[in-house]
């Protein structure tokens, strides 16, 4: 057993952090408690975030929001029966509340994983300079239409979008949509920096708003 | 040549342009550009910050890209490139040749102008793919394959609807070089294989006249395709 679990088995460092989405819905009240070798002997490890007192001179700390669906009068009365002093539960009992919440944590997170799909931008660099460019860019040859033109209002806030999702290079052409297409794509930078020049703040370092241009002879 | 670039200075609304390129270039138009000076431009407009790093896009044969490369000193390219046309303008050999000169290589057209990424592929291509052990949707397939060579940098994508981008962006966040499988490569090659004589290479090629020439029809774009 690890040293810092807390009754419900959860680590309480992942529960700290609010990592843990069902942290907040344990039996134990959000007690966090480090355990030492000698099980019965634990002592609080701090408030855990969102987190308020249980009762004036309470020892537990509840959780702001606990899902209905972990909350019962049989539930909390067990728990204020056994569990005293933020002191997890005696063994049989322990190990029950572990198997059954342990299962619905396991659950809560596989569904926070699908419906909360991270995107994070991959960067890889220029062999010259070293600059870190993500290796997804927003071309401007086929920006949304409206009314056969570039509707500007939508392509502004998709390119800008693509940006804080952190793209970093912007490609466009003077004759792309008729020599409209620069304008547009050099907007949502606009906004981004307030003056129009250099790269937008939410790029990293080496970032760069790349431009391809058209040269006619 | 200086005139072209402050316009685009003033319309982008910055005063300077970090990977600048020579657009479109083939043989012939290199030589072009290349007797009115291109190269003392190029040098001039990044000695005075107008520009940082100078590249070109390319849409000739593989023989010319080499040439070009070889013709200055640019930090970057950009091709076209996708599993159909491997052996098309730069292709494979000129993706790699790019990168032995420590070049930068952005990748446009990865779906061919949208066609290699409909939902609805042909019935024997969606066969294909429903073999693979991890499921992928077409798109996610093509951007996958390219970005599977390490020799390339940036893939562009004509994204313009939001779900779209959101599809890109989950499908880069898992992209990294080399990360298909030698099971998954083969798998995409018989698709390509299945592709080849097809009507995706027609509509492509009409979408590009399209895009390229503002809805007109114009003969000399119409020759730079074939």
Redesign the interface.
């Known amino acids: 057993m690890p040293r810092s679990w807390n009754c419900n088995g959860l680590k309480s460092s992942r529960v700290s952090k609010g990592l843990c989405p069902l942290a907040a819905g344990g039996i134990s009240h959000g007690a966090i408690v480090q355990r030492s070798r000698k099980w019965n002997a634990s002592k609080p490890l701090g408030i855990p975030k969102g987190s308020r007192p249980l009762a004036a001179g309470g020892v537990s700390w509840a959780p702001m929001a606990r899902p209905a669906r972990l909350r019962s009068p049989a539930s909390d009365g067990i728990r204020q029966l056994f569990c005293r002093n933020g002191r997890s539960a005696p063994f049989p009992l322990r190990v029950w509340w572990q198997r059954r919440y342990g299962r619905q944590r396991e659950a809560g997170r596989k569904q926070h994983a699908a419906t909360t799909r991270r995107i994070v931008m991959l960067y890889r660099r220029m062999p010259q300079n070293g600059d870190k460019l993500s290796i997804l860019g927003f071309g401007c040859m086929r920006l949304p239409m409206a009314g056969g033109t570039i509707d500007e209002a939508r392509a502004i806030a998709q390119i800008r979008g693509a940006i804080d999702h952190g793209v970093n290079y912007v490609d466009t052409a003077w004759p792309y949509h008729g020599g409209k297409a620069s304008r547009c794509s050099a907007r949502p930078f606009r906004r981004a920096t307030g003056s129009g020049s250099g790269s937008p703040p939410s790029c990293p370092r080496g970032a760069s708003t790349a431009v391809r241009t058209w040269t006619s002879i | 040549?200086d005139k072209?670039?402050n316009a685009?200075l003033q319309?982008?609304?910055?005063?300077?342009?970090?990977?600048?390129?020579?657009?479109?270039l083939e043989g012939a138009v290199w030589d072009?550009?290349a007797t009115?000076g291109?190269r003392d431009f190029l040098d001039q407009a990044k000695k005075d910050g107008r520009i940082?790093?100078a590249g070109f896009?390319f849409h000739g044969l593989a023989g010319d890209f080499k040439r070009i490369v070889d013709a200055y000193d640019w930090?970057?390219c950009?091709i076209q490139y996708n599993y159909l046309d491997q052996q098309f303008q730069a292709g494979t050999e000129g993706l790699e040749y790019a990168?032995s000169k420590?070049?930068?290589v952005?990748i446009?057209e990865p779906l061919r102008g949208g066609n290699l990424g409909l939902p609805t592929p042909p019935p024997a291509v969606a066969a294909i793919w429903a073999e693979a052990k991890t499921r992928r949707t077409p798109v996610a397939w093509a951007l996958r394959w390219v970005?599977n060579h390490p020799e390339?940098?940036?893939?562009?994508?004509?994204?313009?609807?939001?779900a779209h981008?959101?599809q890109?962006?989950?499908i880069?966040?898992e992209?990294?070089?080399g990360s298909l499988t030698e099971e998954e490569l083969e798998l995409v090659d018989r698709v390509r294989a299945n592709l080849q004589g097809t009507d995706a290479g027609g509509l492509y090629g009409l979408r590009l006249l399209h895009?390229?020439s503002?809805g007109r029809a114009d003969s000399q774009v119409l020759r730079f395709i074939q």
Not at chain 2, 11 to 24: C, E, F, K, S
Not at chain 2, 152 to 162: A, C, F, H, I, P
């Open positions: 040549m072209y670039l685009q319309r982008l609304g910055t005063d300077h342009i970090d990977y600048y390129l020579i657009h479109a072009s550009l009115l291109i940082v790093n896009s930090v970057f950009q990168a420590r070049m930068g952005v446009m970005w390339v940098t940036v893939v562009l994508s004509g994204m313009n609807e939001e981008i959101e890109n962006l989950a880069a966040s992209a990294q070089a895009a390229l503002g």
